[in-house]
């Protein structure tokens, strides 16, 4: 069967744009994961059982604010990639409801 005769080279464009955005939400939502546990797990476990280290409290902070603005962006792009999916449905099966 050759793909050509279903999807229009548009709408590989808009699947290959809406992969993007996926990939863009789960990179986002991993380095917010990351930053949350860095700040709010292992930083305060070290600072408790290494008091040297206290200096890593000066950390937190900004950490917090990364993670914060990381899920943000992540929902943005979750918001983009259902609004581009209704899209690309609607193009591909146009009486989707009938």
Known sequence: MDPSTVITPEQWLLSHALL???WLFAGLVVNGAFAMLLSHAIIPSLIATRPALSKLRAL????????????ALAIVQFVRFVNGVIVFVNELYPRFLI
């Open 20 to 22: 993007a955005t996926l």
């Open 60 to 71: 937190r902070p900004p950490l917090y604010v990364i993670a914060s603005i990381a899920f």
